[in-house]
C-alpha cells in the first residue's frame, strides 16, 4: 500500500510504508541485522529484484517531500549532500568535508572528480541551483527541505566551494542534508532522471518497476557491486512476500510483523532488521494539551503510567522493544535518568488521577482516539490503549479513519482528543526530540514549554556535542515529565532478502540501500 | 445504421458529462489536500499557496471543470499531480494492459461458460445439469478477491507453476506475457463463465421449448443443427447483454484483481491515483473507464440488431 508519508510528524507511514532493514548473513533463515558478520569476499556482478514497499514512487522530484519508496528509490540514482555510515555517523556525500566555528556560516567542500550520468563534472553550482529549485515559491518543494535552507545565503565562490549562511545557527544542517538528494535541476526531465549515484537510471513504467543499471564511474571506489538493480512496484505486501519465496524476487523491502514467525522459519530467506540501538519508528500518541482534560499534566502523566507497554509488545509477537522515549537508546542525547514509563504503573496512575480531582471507581471522563491502520498492529495498540485507561476511569471511543483523513482532521483541522500515529524522524537528537515535542515541527500537539524550547534551542545552537547532549538531556527531562505526547514502543520494522543477498543495507529511516549490496554464488 | 449509431453517440455526450461532473465533485470533496501531501507537515501558507495556484486550484470548481474538459477534447488530459509525467499517454498504456487481461479473461470465461451453459440446458435436469449448475452457482458466489489469493497459493506458491504477480509486455518477452497472464485471466474468467452459463441455459431453456424448435425436429433436422443454428442464436441475445457489460467492466480495470496480481492496468493505476490525491489521472482514468462503458453498451446494441433483424433501425 503506498501512501505518501505526508508529514514527517504524523504519519509516516503509508501503508505499510516501512522498509525493512537490510540483508545480511551467509545462510538463510533467522534474523540478522546491518550488523550481522559478513566473512565473505564482495563478488561483482549480477542483477538484484528488489520490491519497494507496497506502491509506487511519486517521482524524481527530489526537493519534494519523499515516502520511504521515494527514497529507496532516489539513493540509487542520486547521492544525498552528506550520508550517514552503518554505525550513524556523519560522512561525506556530494560534500566531501566542511567546516563551521558556529554552525551558522558553513563552507562545504564539493566533491571532486564527481560526474553526473551523462558525463557533465559536478560543480558547487549544480548545488546552489539545487537549493534555488527548493526556494521558488511554485516548486513544491518539502516543507522540511524548505526549512534546512529558509532564509539563508548560499554561493559558489568556485567550482568546488559552496559557502552556506543561515539564518540562525543549526547544528543539525548536516542531519538534514543527509535527506537532500542531489538532482541537477537546471536541465531536469523527470522522465529521465540524472543523477551521480551508484546506479543509473533506464525506466519507469508506473506500477511496474523502475530499472537501472551500473553507473560504471561512481565516486565511491568499486561500487556498486551489482550490473543491474530492478526495483518491482507491487501493491500488496503478502503479494511481495509470495514473490520472494518463489524467487521471483530477491528482497522484500518490507514485511509486517505478523508475517516475520513464518518468514524466519524459511531456510531460503533471511529476516532483517536495524540494530536495536539504531530504531527510530515508534507508535506515538497525541493528546490535546490545551484543552481539558488533557492540559493537566498529573492526567497525561497518569496515561504514561496506566498504559501497559510490555503487553503492547505481546501484541506485535514480541517484535519490536518496549520504549517511551522518542530518543533511540544508541543515540549520543539519549539520557537514561529522564522519567521512564516502561513499566506499567496503575497504582501510580491512579494516585495521579485522584490528585487530578478524579475519584477512584468512577469515571473520570470520555474521550475520542483516532487512528489509522495502514500498519497492522495498530487497531491492536488503540485497543489496548482503551482497556489500560479504562482501568483509571477513562472511557475511550476508537475512532478509524482513512489516512488521509486522519491528517485533515488531527493535523489540519486539529478536530482530535487523543490520536495515534507512528513515527520516524531522522537521526539528529534534534528531529528525534522535535517531531515529538516541537509544536513548529507540527502544529497537532499544541503544548508550548519555555525551558523546553530554551534547552531545544541551546542544543541547536551549538556544534559542541557536550552542550548539545546536556541541553537534549534537559529536554528528555523536561517533556518525559510534563508528558504532552506518550511514546508506545518501538514500531518494529522488517525487510527480508533470498539466503544468498549480501550487504543490502536497510537505513534507519526505513528505506533500503543497495550500493553496496552483492550476490553471493 | 450510421444515422444510428451517430445518433447513439452523441446521446453518450451528457451521460459522460454527468458522470465527469459528478466523479470531480466528489473527488473534490474527499479530504486530503494534494498540495499539502506534495509539502509534507506544517508547509509555509505561501508556498501551499503558490503551489495550489500552479496546480489550478485555487480557482472555482465550475473553472477547474471546464479548463479541464477543454484541455480534454484536445486530447490533452494533463499531467500527474504527482509524478509530472502526462496523463494520456499513462493512460493509453495503461488500457492496453487492461485490454489484453480482459480479453483473456472473456475468452476464459466463454471458452467454459458457453459449452457448459449449452450442455447443462440441452441435458435439463440430469447429473451433467446438476453438476454444472452447483459449479456454476459456486463459481458465481466466490468472491474473485479470495479466489485470486487461492489460485496464487495453489499454483504458485504451493506448486510453482506459474509466478504469483507480474507483468511483462507481450512485445518484450510474449511467453513471459502468457505466463504471467494466466493466473489473472483465470480468476477474472471464472466468475464470468458462471455468469454466461447461468444465463445461456436460462435463455436456452426458454428456446428449446418454442414451437419453432418443434417445427425444426418436425422436419428431421439433426441435433446440432437445431441446438447451433435455431436455438443458440436466439438464445444468444439476452447472453450478449450480459457479455456486453462484462467486457464493460472488464476494460474498466479490476482494481482488486490487478492489485492481487500486480496487473499493472488502468485499475491498480487509478485505485493509486486515489489514495494520493493525484486528481488529472483519476479524473482521466473515470472519462477512458465510462466512454469503454458506453461502447461496450453499443456494441451490445449493435450486437442485437445483428441477431434480430426485428429490431433493425428503420
Redesign the interface.
Given at each position: 500500500?503506498?501512501?505518501?508519508?505526508?508529514?514527517?510528524?504524523?504519519v509516516l507511514a503509508s501503508?505499510g510504508t516501512l522498509a525493512g532493514v537490510a540483508a545480511l548473513g551467509s545462510l538463510g533463515g533467522g534474523i540478522r541485522t546491518t550488523r550481522a558478520a559478513q566473512d565473505d569476499a564482495p563478488v561483482a556482478g549480477g542483477s538484484l529484484t528488489s520490491t519497494l514497499n507496497v506502491?509506487?514512487?511519486?517521482?524524481f522530484?527530489t526537493w519534494?517531500?519523499s515516502t520511504g519508496s521515494d527514497s529507496a528509490a532516489w539513493t540509487a540514482i542520486f547521492d544525498t549532500l552528506v550520508e550517514y555510515d552503518q554505525d550513524y555517523n556523519i560522512t561525506g556525500g556530494i560534500f566531501e568535508s566542511w567546516t563551521s566555528d558556529d554552525a551558522q556560516t558553513w563552507t562545504f567542500a564539493v566533491r571532486q572528480g564527481v560526474t553526473w550520468h551523462d558525463g557533465v563534472p559536478l560543480v558547487a553550482q549544480d548545488v546552489i541551483d539545487y537549493f534555488e529549485t527548493i526556494m521558488a515559491?511554485?516548486?513544491?518543494?518539502?516543507?522540511?527541505k524548505?526549512a534546512t535552507i529558509?532564509g539563508a545565503t548560499y554561493e559558489a565562490p568556485d567550482d568546488a566551494t559552496v559557502v552556506l549562511t543561515l539564518a540562525a545557527p543549526n547544528a543539525a544542517l548536516l542531519d538534514d542534508f543527509s535527506s537532500h538528494w542531489l538532482s541537477r535541476t537546471r536541465d531536469l526531465d523527470?522522465?529521465h532522471p540524472i543523477g551521480t549515484g551508484p546506479f543509473t537510471f533506464v525506466e519507469w513504467?508506473?506500477?511496474?518497476h523502475i530499472e537501472y543499471a551500473k553507473n560504471p564511474t561512481y565516486w565511491k571506489p568499486g561500487l556498486p557491486y551489482l550490473d543491474a538493480l530492478t526495483l518491482?512496484?507491487?501493491?500488496?505486501q503478502?503479494?511481495a512476500i509470495?514473490?520472494l519465496?518463489?524467487g521471483?524476487v530477491d528482497a522484500i523491502a518490507s514485511v509486517d510483523f505478523p508475517k516475520v514467525q513464518s518468514l524466519s522459519s524459511n531456510a531460503s530467506v533471511q529476516l532483517i532488521q536495524v540494530p536495536e540501538q539504531y530504531r527510530l519508528a515508534y507508535h506515538y500518541l497525541l493528546t490535546r494539551t490545551d484543552t481539558a482534560p488533557w492540559d493537566n499534566a498529573l492526567v497525561r502523566q497518569a496515561l504514561n503510567h496506566a498504559v501497559d507497554r510490555e503487553g503492547m509488545l505481546a501484541a506485535t509477537l514480541g517484535n519490536g522493544s518496549v520504549r517511551s522515549n522518542p530518543v533511540a537508546t544508541g543515540s549520543w542525547a539519549f539520557n537514561p535518568d529522564a522519567p521512564s514509563y516502561n513499566q506499567r504503573d496503575l497504582e501510580t496512575a491512579k494516585q495521579l488521577m485522584a490528585e487530578a480531582g478524579y475519584a477512584e471507581g468512577e469515571t473520570a471522563f470520555s474521550t475520542t482516539l483516532k487512528y489509522w491502520r495502514e500498519w497492522s498492529q495498530m487497531p491492536q495498540i488503540a485497543q489496548i490503549v482503551q482497556a489500560n485507561l479504562a482501568e483509571i476511569g477513562i472511557e475511550v471511543e476508537l475512532q478509524l479513519l482513512?489516512i488521509?483523513?486522519w491528517?485533515?482532521?488531527v493535523?489540519?483541522d486539529l478536530d482530535y482528543e487523543m490520536a495515534l500515529t507512528a513515527l520516524v524522524p531522522r537521526w539528529d537528537p534534534s528531529d528525534q526530540l522535535g517531531n515529538a515535542y516541537k509544536t513548529?515541527?507540527?502544529?497537532a500537539l499544541l503544548w508550548n514549554n519555555p525551558d523546553f524550547d530554551a534547552a531545544f534551542a541551546a542544543g541547536v545552537a551549538t556544534a559542541e556535542q557536550e552542550q548539545r547532549q546536556a541541553a537534549y538531556f534537559d529536554c528528555q527531562q523536561i517533556a518525559l515529565s510534563e508528558c504532552p505526547g506518550t511514546v508506545l514502543n518501538e514500531a518494529p520494522i522488517f525487510s527480508a532478502a533470498a539466503a544468498n543477498v549480501r550487504d543490502l543495507r536497510l537505513h534507519n529511516r526505513s528505506f533500503l540501500v543497495y550500493t553496496e549490496c552483492w550476490i553471493a554464488s | 445504421m450510421a444515422p444510428y449509431i451517430l445518433r447513439r453517440l452523441i446521446q453518450m455526450i451528457p451521460v459522460l458529462l454527468l458522470v465527469l461532473a459528478l466523479v470531480f465533485v466528489i473527488f473534490r470533496m474527499?479530504?486530503?489536500?494534494p498540495?499539502?501531501?506534495?509539502?509534507?507537515?506544517?508547509?509555509?501558507p505561501?508556498?501551499l499557496d503558490?503551489?495550489r495556484?500552479?496546480l489550478g486550484m485555487n480557482k472555482p470548481l465550475p473553472v477547474q471543470f471546464f479548463e479541464w474538459l477543454q484541455n480534454a477534447l484536445r486530447g490533452d488530459l494533463g499531467t500527474?499531480r504527482?509524478?509530472?509525467?502526462p496523463v494520456a499517454p499513462?493512460l493509453a498504456?495503461?488500457f492496453l494492459i487492461t485490454l489484453e487481461l480482459a480479453i483473456a479473461a472473456l475468452f476464459i470465461g466463454c471458452l467454459i461458460g458457453i459449452p457448459a451453459g449449452i450442455i447443462s440446458a440441452v441435458r435439463r435436469d440430469s447429473w451433467t445439469d446438476f453438476v454444472t449448475r452447483i459449479v456454476g452457482l459456486v463459481g458465481f458466489s466466490i468472491p474473485n478477491y479470495w479466489l485470486g489469493?487461492l489460485i496464487?497459493i495453489v499454483f504458485?506458491?504451493r506448486f510453482?507453476w506459474l509466478?504469483?504477480?507480474?507483468?511483462v509486455s507481450p512485445t518484450e518477452d510474449l511467453g513471459k506475457n502468457l505466463r504471467y497472464l494466466i493466473l489473472p485471466a483465470i480468476t477474472m474468467g471464472l466468475p464470468i463463465a458462471a455468469e454466461q452459463m447461468r444465463f445461456l441455459r436460462a435463455s436456452m431453456l426458454d428456446v428449446l421449448q418454442q414451437d419453432y424448435m418443434r417445427t425444426a425436429r418436425a422436419k428431421g433436422l439433426g441435433q446440432s443443427t437445431i441446438i447451433i443454428r435455431h436455438a443458440l442464436k436466439n438464445a444468444f441475445i439476452p447472453f450478449l447483454t450480459i457479455t456486453g457489460l462484462q467486457l464493460g467492466y472488464l476494460l474498466g480495470g479490476s482494481v482488486v484483481i490487478e492489485?492481487?496480481?500486480?496487473w499493472?492496468g488502468l485499475g491498480?493505476?487509478t485505485?493509486?491515483s486515489i489514495?494520493?490525491?493525484d486528481y488529472t489521472v483519476v479524473q482521466g482514468a473515470v472519462l477512458v473507464g465510462a466512454t469503454v462503458f458506453l461502447i461496450a453498451n453499443l456494441l451490445v446494441d449493435l450486437g442485437y440488431i445483428y441477431l434480430d433483424p426485428r429490431i433493425r433501425p428503420k
Open positions: 500500500m503506498t501512501y505518501p508519508q505526508m508529514t514527517r510528524r504524523a501503508g506502491g509506487d514512487i511519486s517521482g522530484l519534494q517531500a515559491p511554485d516548486s513544491g518543494a518539502g516543507s522540511e524548505v529558509d523527470p522522465a513504467e508506473r506500477n511496474l518491482r512496484l507491487v501493491p500488496d503478502d503479494q509470495n514473490l519465496t518463489t521471483e482513512e488521509g483523513q491528517v485533515d482532521a493535523q489540519n513548529d515541527d507540527g502544529a | 474527499i479530504p486530503g489536500d498540495a499539502q501531501l506534495m509539502l509534507g507537515a506544517n508547509p509555509d505561501e508556498a503558490a503551489l495556484t500552479k500527474s504527482i509524478s509530472d509525467q499513462l498504456q495503461k489469493v496464487v504458485s506458491v510453482g509466478p504469483p504477480a507480474g507483468y492489485q492481487i496480481f500486480s499493472p491498480w493505476l485505485y493509486q489514495t494520493v490525491r
